[in-house]
């Protein structure tokens, strides 16, 4: 390889980062990953690092698994590509179809491939859309969704979503998606216990209905654990009462499962941990492990009934809906989730030895709560543990200076905001919780130093 030096003015030179502060990137030069094993990256300059967000919260089976690589190398040779639009098959998507039919709940038997989560998202908008249509309701169209959620990058995933900053760039939201209160107890719950709050942001969803008109609301999405919001974990009284409304309403309910799909909350779905019966579920990142870009909406029998009673065609697909290739990398993917016995894993060892260990990063003088819930967690970062005070200089400083104490630590978490966040590969060992979280630990230490200085 060239000198890290030179990668780095080059990439500054022609490479426009997604989410990325322009002015950073430039003065200090991207970090330029170039090899990983298991947990572990490394820099081109050879530094080790831990990665505690398993890339994009999405390499679930860790990194160097030789079984999708040669997979995936054994579809190129046979075929690199076909499609999946009119009328036409191929193997890789037919046994990965039918292999997520099996591994969803019990009402959900179809799945709809796209690209990415952001395109499984598009795909929902316009999936209840017509589905609605199909059952002569037109004009059931909104869908309610939540702020600080994050559903993709797209027009209207970022629409769906609720980060403010998104909406500002583009003149978003597109019409007809509209944004209740998130369970975010520890930001926003005040002297409410997590249960009545839990409660309280639940009926919202029904508040919203109610002034929208039933006769208009298509559906509701939401994440089971709202992750790129700064896993937002939902008091136990949110989600039964969320499936309450949507029953008794004539209400659609979407699980964004991108990031709790695929064993990340210690069973397949988050819906499953939630014990909630959704009608759709966007998925992608975990189903190929990120190896390769695929996702995809998986479809209730409800819904996907009415498209085929309807008869019609839903005009909508991507060029890449079933890729051969990546239908071949998250086949295997799935297979080493099952034969490993990583999702219950997850639920048995990892989870509660995460929970245990995390959790005593809440004793830090820096930290107001940590919470983890399957393999997801966060620590929030406060001058004022007791009143879970904000700080005073600009929300993100801090957080911003713990995350860079990761890196140079060789530990990889993100900030949002003032919130630490780890999401790390479902296989990572013990001892690997115990590194993350001795490291967590010191940088929390040389950021409160920091902050003191
Ligand atoms: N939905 C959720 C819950 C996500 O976290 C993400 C990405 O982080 C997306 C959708 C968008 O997925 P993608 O980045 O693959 O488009």
Sequence with gaps: LPPTAELQQKDAAHHLHPFTDTADLNAKGARVISRAEGVYLWDTEGNKMLDGMAGLWCVNVGYGRHEIIDAATRQMQQLPYYNTFFQTSHPPVIALAEKLAQLAPDHINHVFFAGSGSEANDTVVRMVRHYWASQGKPDKKVIISRKNGYHGSTMAGASLGGMSFMHAQGGLPIPDITHIDQPHWYKEGGDMSPEEFGLARARALEEEIDRLGEDKV?????????????????????????????????????????????????????????????????????LSSGYLPIGGVLVSDRVAEGFIADGGEF??????????????????????????????????????????????????????????????????LTPDKAARAPFAVEAGTAGLICREHCFATGLVMRHVGDTMIISPPLVISNEEIDELVEKAGRCLDLTLADLKA
């Excluded at 659609?252 to 019966?277: H, M, P």
């Excluded at 820096?366 to 983890?372: E, M, N």
């Design 218 to 286: 298509a559906a509701f999405i939401a994440e089971p654990i709202q992750g790129a919001g700064g896993v937002v974990i939902p008091p136990e009284t949110y989600w039964p009462e969320i499936q309450r409304i949507c029953d008794e309403r004539e209400i659609l309910l979407i699980a964004d499962e991108v990031i709790c799909g695929f064993g990340r909350t210690g069973q397949w779905f988050g819906s499953q941990t939630y014990n909630i019966k959704p009608d759709l579920m966007p998925i992608a990142k975990g």
């Design 315 to 380: 005009a909508h697909g991507y060029t890449y809906s079933g890729h051969p290739v990546a239908c071949a990398a998250a086949l295997t993917n799935l297979e080493i989730l099952e034969q490993e016995n990583i999702v219950s894993d997850v639920a048995s060892r990892a989870a509660p030895y995460l929970a245990e260990k995390w959790g005593q990063l809440g004793d830090h003088p820096l930290i107001g709560q940590a919470r983890s819930k399957g393999l997801v967690g966060a620590i929030e």
